[in-house]
């Protein structure tokens, strides 16, 4: 079993920058998968970012390529997005979410967790 608390939502405005923060309990973190994911309202939810059990491959939507960063301590464990140059569709729930595959992956099915989400606003 695996819990996932996200923290680090909040109100900024456009081109500023956020770092959300996914702490997870559970001894077989550092063999998952993690991501994030995003809602908007009105929209369905859409991947965001994911990296690897070890951290050497990460996959990113092209919509936040070179602006959204992702990274993982498994000795703490928590993952990390570093969000820069925040546009107003960034506007969205994030959530972070934990797989058993152990692999970078942008399909909601292989995550089998999900923390509660957190609130990002990006206001023009």
């Known amino acids: 079993q695996v819990q996932l608390v996200e923290s680090g939502g909040g109100l900024v405005q456009a081109g500023d920058s956020l770092r959300l923060s996914c702490a997870a309990s559970g001894r077989t973190f550092s063999t998952y998968t993690m991501g994030w994911f995003r809602q908007a309202p009105g929209k369905e939810r859409e991947f965001v970012v994911s990296?690897?059990?070890?951290?050497?491959?990460?996959l990113y939507a092209d919509s936040v390529k070179g602006r959204f960063t992702i990274s993982r301590d498994n000795a703490k464990n928590t993952v990390y997005l570093q969000m820069n140059s925040l546009k107003p569709e960034d506007t969205a729930v994030y959530y972070c979410?934990?797989?058993?595959?152990?692999?970078?992956?942008?399909?909601?099915?292989?995550?089998?967790?999900w923390g509660q989400g957190t609130q990002v606003t990006v206001s023009s």
């Open positions: 990296i690897s059990w070890s951290a050497g491959r990460t």
């Open positions: 979410a934990a797989g058993p595959h152990g692999y970078a992956t942008s399909l909601s099915v292989d995550y089998n967790y």
